[in-house]
């Protein structure tokens, strides 16, 4: 059940949100957001590991999380 997501902020390309690493392929990121676990494509987004932020397309959030507005 994916919950919504609390802390983002909205930037110029984007949203930038809350999440911890888990691990990551070479294509992409595994990430805990706020309790849900989700895969983001690494040609879509930016993480950025030592603030534990993740920059993603507003799409691909709305896409990822459909209970949240953003």
Known sequence: MTKKIQ?????????????????????SWLLDCEGDIEWFPKSQCNFDQDKQELEAPKWLLEKTFPDTKF
């Open 7 to 27: 802390e983002k902020k909205e930037i110029k390309n984007g949203i930038i949100i809350k999440a911890e690493f888990i691990r990551e392929t070479k294509e």
